[in-house]
């Protein structure tokens, strides 16, 4: 805390230096005209000191109400910038010297006026406030400071959230039709980018002799038909952008590459090649693995059976993640953790409900 109060009183006084400097040359140069009269004599004293005199004192007084008027303004285009990551005292830098660059362009011409002894206080004073406002705003707008020039030092701001980017929409997502579930769950949003060569794919598979294919087709065209009319996104089709690209799988790459936009893809292999690629890949499938119950039919799970249930014999437990566990034939072991064996799994409003058996290895 005492390091940061001494800063600000270190650049009042600095730029009171410079007003106090400018004044007393201001003095200086008007006593001096004063002295040219013979009206004017103050003896051995002499006119240009009473000028310097009088000119650093009113400096003194101004200098300190200008000098804490111009850091309250800069201050004050810090609000809430405080709390930001290491990287930002780069940007900073950066900011403090396009801040006395802009500075000294805009100051230069005032040395035009001749006066050095006037005429460097104002450049010095409109190099540290630019300076500084220069820093303060460059470590609020890091990123772009950074991705403007820290490529050249090996730096870099932090890169698009995917979530914000838009999604080039593969085959397999259309066919799949899973994809308006997760739109309509809120998960998914904003700008769905689909390829004329995905719409040839669905339109080949939608013509196919095979019912198979000619019903998987039809349904990828429903979808996305559909999902045009859903509020949350906004579906684009896109030109062949890469018509010397042969395959498919290649172009959605491509385009993904030229556009900065994610893969949304249930093809696994393909996500692989993406991610190689350099793309942003969102797997569907990976999401529904992630998503599938902790246990299902056949798993052996250990329980502690606290309550009876609703059905004659039955028992309730709960797994770790809150997971209700009816067992069959159990409400004689409420009390202790027995193994069971899932027999199903339910899912319901509230959650999901499994249902089990004692497993054979279970005690009487």
Not at 41 to 46: E, V
Request: net charge neutral; with cysteine.
């Amino acid at each position: 805390m005492a390091e940061r109060g001494r800063m600000p009183n270190a650049l009042v006084e600095l730029l009171r230096l410079f007003v106090v400097v400018f004044f007393a040359g201001l003095g200086y140069y008007v006593a001096e005209l004063i002295g040219k009269d013979d009206r004017f004599k103050l003896g051995a004293f002499g006119v240009v000191g009473l000028g310097l005199i009088l000119g650093s004192a009113l400096g003194y007084v101004l200098g300190g109400v200008l000098s804490r008027s111009t850091l309250g303004v800069v201050a004050h285009t810090e609000a809430g910038l405080r709390d930001t990551p290491a990287e930002q005292i780069v940007a900073g830098v950066l900011g403090a010297v396009l801040g006395v660059l802009v500075g000294a362009a805009v100051s230069w011409p005032v040395f035009l006026a001749g006066r050095p002894i006037l005429t460097f206080p104002v450049f010095g004073f409109v190099i540290v406030t630019l300076g500084l406002l220069g820093f303060r705003l460059g470590t609020s707008k890091r990123d772009a400071m950074l991705n403007m020039f820290g490529a050249r030092v090996g730096l870099s701001g932090r890169g698009t959230p995917a979530a914000s980017l838009p999604r080039v929409l593969d085959t397999s997502v259309a066919i799949d039709g899973r994809i308006l579930d997760v739109v309509r769950a809120g998960f998914l949003h904003g700008l769905m980018l689909v390829p004329s060569p995905v719409l040839g794919e669905l339109q080949g598979l939608a013509d196919a002799n095979d019912d198979q294919r000619r019903a998987r087709g039809r349904r990828g065209l429903e979808v996305l038909e559909t999902l045009r009319r859903e509020p949350a996104v906004d579906v684009q089709v896109l030109d062949d952008e890469v018509p010397g690209v042969p395959q498919v799988d290649a172009k959605l790459v491509r385009i993904c590459l030229d556009r900065n936009a994610v893969l949304l893809t249930l093809d696994s292999n393909l996500a692989k090649v993406a991610v190689l690629a350099g793309v942003h890949v969102m797997n569907l499938h990976a999401l529904a693995i992630a998503m599938r119950p902790a246990v299902g039919a056949g798993d052996d799970v250990t329980v502690l059976l606290l309550k009876p249930g609703k059905e004659s014999g039955q028992a309730v437990g709960y797994l770790d993640d809150g997971t209700m566990v009816v067992v069959e034939r159990a409400r004689d072991a409420i009390g202790s953790e027995i193994p069971v064996q899932v027999t199903s799994v339910l899912t319901t409003a509230n959650g999901r409900m499994v249902f089990a058996r004692q497993s054979a290895q279970a005690g009487p």
